[in-house]
C-alpha cells in the first residue's frame, strides 16, 4: 500500500535510494533559428547512437539547506510503499505569478509505474488548486525523454526552452531546459 505524506525533513540517505542514474536511447533535439523576422525554437524526438546516461548529483550542503526551508511551505510530500520511501515530490510557490514550481520530482527505480508518480503530483496539484494557484511548473532536460513522456501523461506540455539555462555553452551539444506547466 502506498502512503502520501507531508515532506517535512530531507534525508540524504533516503535521496540516494530514489534519485537515481537514468539512461535513455532517445532525446529531443533541440533546433534553434533566431533573427529579426523569425524566432524557431524546435524539439524533435531522435534516437541516440549510444545510450545517454545522466547522474544527479545536485544534492550539495546548500542545496539541503534550501530545500528544507521549502519543506516549510507545506507543497511538498513522500510517498511510502510499506516502510520505505518510494518517491517524492519538492514544490514551491512563487507569489509573484500564482505558480508552483516542482524542483525535484523523483520515484524509486523499482517502485516505477505503479502510480505514485501520479499519486504524488495530484497531492500536489490539489493543495496548489485550494491555495488558488493556476499553474504547476517543471523542469527536465531535452535528454530525459521519459521525464517528457511522463509530464505529458500527468496534464503538462511543454510551454519553454532555455538554450542556456545550465550553462553559456548547452545549445546545440549539451542538455538544454525544457520547461512544462499544467495549468490548473
Known amino acids: 500500500m502506498i502512503e502520501i505524506r507531508p515532506l517535512l525533513k530531507l534525508d540524504p ?3 540516494e535510494k530514489v534519485i537515481t542514474e537514468h539512461a535513455t536511447q532517445e532525446c529531443y533535439r533541440v533546433s534553434y533559428s533566431d533573427s529579426d523576422e523569425h524566432t524557431s525554437i ?3 524526438l531522435v534516437p ?3 545510450p545517454h546516461i545522466a ?7 546548500e542545496t539541503m539547506q534550501r530545500y528544507n526551508g521549502v519543506l516549510k511551505e507545506g507543497y511538498s510530500f513522500e510517498a511510502y510503499e510499506g516502510e520505505a520511501l518510494a518517491g517524492f515530490i519538492i514544490a514551491e510557490i512563487q507569489q509573484w505569478n500564482d ?3 516542482v524542483w525535484e520530482f523523483h520515484v524509486a527505480g523499482p517502485q516505477r509505474g505503479k502510480g505514485i508518480g501520479k499519486r504524488l503530483m495530484e497531492t500536489v496539484a490539489e493543495k496548489a488548486r485550494t491555495a488558488g494557484l ?3 511548473v517543471c523542469e527536465t532536460q531535452n535528454t530525459n525523454a521519459s521525464a517528457i513522456r511522463v509530464y505529458r501523461k500527468l496534464g503538462f506540455r511543454v510551454e519553454g526552452i532555455d538554450i542556456s539555462y ?3 555553452h548547452d545549445y546545440p551539444e549539451r542538455d538544454v ?4 506547466k499544467r495549468r490548473l
Open 13 to 15: 540517505d533516503d535521496i
Open 166 to 168: 545550465y550553462t553559456n
Open 177 to 180: 531546459a525544457v520547461f512544462m
Open 48 to 50: 541516440l547512437s549510444e
Open 42 to 44: 524546435e524539439l524533435q
Open 99 to 101: 505558480s508552483l514550481w
Open 134 to 136: 493556476r499553474i504547476i
Open 55 to 61: 547522474r544527479y548529483s545536485h544534492f550539495d550542503d
